[in-house]
């Protein structure tokens, strides 16, 4: 290895040749990212399920506030009529006095009572009209919202049944690719064994990143030339600028 060039370099050693340990650290890399992808695709499940159960129970929401709007507008309604049907015996009592007034004054007073009963007697007919009209209206808001909750629902338990269903294969597919990464772990020397365990800790999958030209996959960073020589020849190099365990892709 070359001497003063400030780069880490990670020497193979004798027990296994350059080029496997390349190859090693390649495979590494991609069981690193099929598990991360792995693991991804199982925690999406539950973040699927959290915002399909949300839309089904916004739905919910709106479809229960429209049946309590329209309860309480039939309540509204149904007062209404009280006071109608109040106001009507009202009216006719004041009909009945009136026949039977003695006075031009008492037949006064009681014609402008019964004539100011019937203005308020039309006007709640009119409110009653509106109210029957505001009752309709909502009762034909009810079915497509209830037919809204209905395949929330389905899309939720489908949703549910589906993941429930791929979580096992998942699983088993995690357990495999970990088993496989334990082994090809093992094909590491000691001394660039203590490094990948060190970097993996940090970065996890991002541990390591290919040679892409004369940069870090990983950060970007352009790489002096003694390091592009050093990494075509077989070697794997620690990037100065991210810390990640480098290989390039076209050795082994």
């Given at each position: 290895m070359p001497g003063g060039s400030?780069?880490?370099?990670?020497?193979?050693?004798?027990p296994m040749p350059l080029a496997v340990s390349v190859d090693a650290i390649r495979s590494i890399h991609r069981m690193h990212r099929q598990l991360e992808d792995l693991r991804g695709r199982i925690?999406?499940?539950?973040?699927a399920i959290d915002a399909s159960s949300k839309e089904h129970d916004a739905?919910?929401?709106?479809?229960?506030?429209?049946?309590?709007?329209?309860?309480?507008?039939?309540?509204a309604g149904d007062q209404k009529q009280l006071q109608l049907r109040s106001m009507e015996v009202r009216i006719r009592d004041g009909e009945t006095k009136l026949n039977a007034a003695k006075t031009n004054r008492e037949?006064?007073?009681?014609?402008?009572?019964?004539?100011?009963?019937?203005?308020?007697?039309?006007?709640?007919?009119?409110?009653?009209?509106?109210?029957?009209?505001?009752?309709?209206?909502?009762?034909?808001?009810?079915?497509?919202?209830?037919?809204e909750v209905?395949?929330?629902?389905?899309?939720?338990?489908?949703?549910?049944?589906r993941v429930a269903g791929e979580r096992g294969s998942l699983d088993a597919e995690v357990a495999r690719v970990s088993a496989d990464l334990q082994s090809a772990e093992k094909e590491l020397p000691t001394d660039l064994l203590d490094s990948y365990r060190r970097v993996?800790?940090?970065?996890?999958?991002?541990?390591?990143?290919?040679?892409e030209g004369v940069s870090c996959g990983g950060c970007c960073q352009q790489l002096p030339p003694n390091t592009v020589a050093e990494?075509?020849?077989?070697?794997?190099?620690?990037?100065?600028?991210?810390?990640?365990?480098?290989?390039?892709s076209g050795t082994g």
């Open positions: 400030g780069d880490s370099f990670l020497p193979l050693g004798p925690a999406a499940g539950p973040r739905a919910a929401l709106r479809l229960q506030g429209i049946q309590e709007e329209v309860k309480k507008a039939r309540l037949y006064q007073l009681l014609g402008e009572q019964i004539a100011a009963d019937k203005a308020a007697k039309s006007v709640l007919e009119d409110e009653i009209l509106e109210t029957l009209e505001r009752v309709d209206q909502l009762k034909a808001a009810v079915p497509p919202v209830e037919a209905r395949a929330a629902s389905k899309a939720l338990d489908d949703l549910r049944q993996v800790k940090s970065k996890g999958a991002d541990a390591m990143a290919v040679l990494l075509t020849t077989g070697r794997v190099v620690s990037c100065r600028s991210c810390g990640r365990l480098l290989y390039a």
